[in-house]
């Protein structure tokens, strides 16, 4: 048996398009809209939860079968909860510049609902290895869609990329103005919603009746 | 045995959390000195920045001992206090106090001839505290160099007071006007060209769009909420 099966490797590469995260099963939106604005914490962020995710959707797939059904959502949370301290503790202690990045952002992975989403559909039910495949690929799938609306969003609204100035200053003298609304939350909403229209437009099967 | 039942539930639960209780309080504990020393480090980077001294984290211990000639704290009536760690000293506890009580850190440091003395401020930005130092010059009233932080200021708007070009204009601006009143700095609304257009010069830097509370509260830090604390010892300074 190969490493990667047909099957497995769906799991890996459906949630990049077909089965998105945010665009298609609308989870994770609170996250999307905080980190967005700048490119680098919005990569940061989705490092983070691809690390989170799959190692919570491991363990929880490992526990599958001694997890008591009344209290296997405070189980998750637990598992959820401290994977993600342990990452905070990790990231301050050596990494101590990405950390004061993140700030709240960290705290914030526990509350995201992609992960508690894919424990509870996933996990629960499959092997480890299928379960991590799910874990990277969900994660990978909001990943995307983070970098993306963060680029536009720092590109217009800052006219940077990765803090680097890339609008040139001569446009500023011509009477070109970053957008300032760019920076602020809704616009986070509204480039989710183009991404969304652009996906449905594109893949007609999507399109509910 | 029966997964559902109450006893093993309990005690699946029970056993859960002792577990990764267990194993969170062993990784804080094994990691608390290195995140403890990054804290430090961090402290004298800024410190040093606020004079002109830039440095990384592994060296600013070494560049801390070489430069900061002399650390001394000070009561708000501008009298040295003896039997202090100025570098210990914490800012948020000590503007709890009463005025009287407090207990502020002052830094001297010399770098290629020039000394310079730096202050500790502190205030309350619109999400979070906000911090900084100011390093002024002999005259104890000229400003060498400024750093800001904060804690969660909004990304792109208030959080850009730690910025360079936000910090720079800082540079030369003075705390007292010349009739030897304390003024400190009026941080004006309006963004690029604000303290220009209004004239001024000596006292007046430019905000940022969009990130006017952080701004004023960064001013009011700088005024009645920390810097005013200093001001006695500056004018004691002054006349030596």
Redesign the interface.
Known sequence: MSLFSSKDLKLLTNPLNMNNPITIQVLGICSALAVT??LE?AVVMSVSVLFVLALANVIISLLR???????RI??QL?VIA?LV??VD??L???V?DVSKQL??FVGLIITNCIIMGRLEAFALGNKPWPAFLDGVGNAAGYGVILIVVAFFRELL??GTIWGFQVIPEGFYEMGYANN?LM?LPPMALIVVGIIIWIQRARSRDLIES | MNVQGNTYTFVYASILVVVVASLLAFIAVKLQPIQARNIQNEKMQNILASAGIESSRDKAKELFDKHITKSMAINSKGEIVEGQVAFDIDLKKQLDKDEANRVLPVFLCENQGNTYAILQVRGKGLWGPIWGYLALEKDYNTIFGAIFDHKGETPGLGADINKDWFEHPFKGKKLFDEEGKFVSITVYKGGKGAAKAIGDLDHGVDGISGGTITCKALETMLNADCLVNYVEFLKKSKGK
């Open positions: 604005v700048k914490p079968n001694t997890i008591p059904t009344r209290i405070i189980v637990v401290s301290i342990v503790q990790v301050k202690a050596f101590y700030s709240v609204g800052s300032g920076i």
